[in-house]
């Protein structure tokens, strides 16, 4: 697991110690990267299952300018500081401990608003339907920005996103990535 470019380019970022938390893979990464690379540069992104920190400091790294990372467990807080830090991106991070639904309301109370929201829970649990929803309920998503879910095979966001959705879906292996233009 490595940031794959921009200024922070090589860098091994610390993974995690068991299977509880899966890291998106590096080519599933960079092909994630390739096909948003120009909403990047300056974007305000929320990680809202950080994890690892992984996608959101990619993002930082190709020019976000600011990375909020959202988890609920404090082992996974651990390894994201650990990584932010690593990274030198600590200016440009605000690390929560809390759990997504609850993060997207607490946001929505201060007026924040996000240019990407990556969602990559633990697969087949609903999260990301229950993302959505809560997207829908606090717009903290900025009308044309974009949500990036990662979901195993099985889930399928055309079953819950609202009808009239722009949405690309791209499989990789047995993951698929489904990028939402976001609409209020």
Known sequence: MRIITGRARGLKLLPPRN?????????????LFNIIHSAVPGA??????AGTGNLALEAWSRGARKIVLFDKSS??????????DKAKAGADADIRHT???????????????????????????????????????????????????EHSLAEEP????????????????????????WKS
């Open 75 to 84: 082992e996974s807080l651990r390894l994201v500081r650990f990584n932010v």
């Open 44 to 49: 305000v992104v929320l990680d809202a299952f």
């Open 99 to 149: 759990d997504a639904i609850r993060g997207i309301a607490a946001c929505a109370e201060r007026g924040e608003q996000f240019d990407i929201i990556f969602s990559d829970p633990p697969y087949d649990k609903g999260l990301n339907e229950a993302l959505y929803k809560e997207l829908l309920e606090h717009p903290v998503l900025k009308e044309g920005g974009l949500l990036v879910l």
């Open 19 to 31: 299977y509880l938390v899966r890291p998106t893979a590096d080519r599933v990464k960079e092909a």
């Open 158 to 181: 055309l079953h819950y996103v609202q009808p009239g959705t722009r949405i690309r879906t791209e499989k990789y292996g047995d993951t698929k990535i489904s990028l939402i233009l």
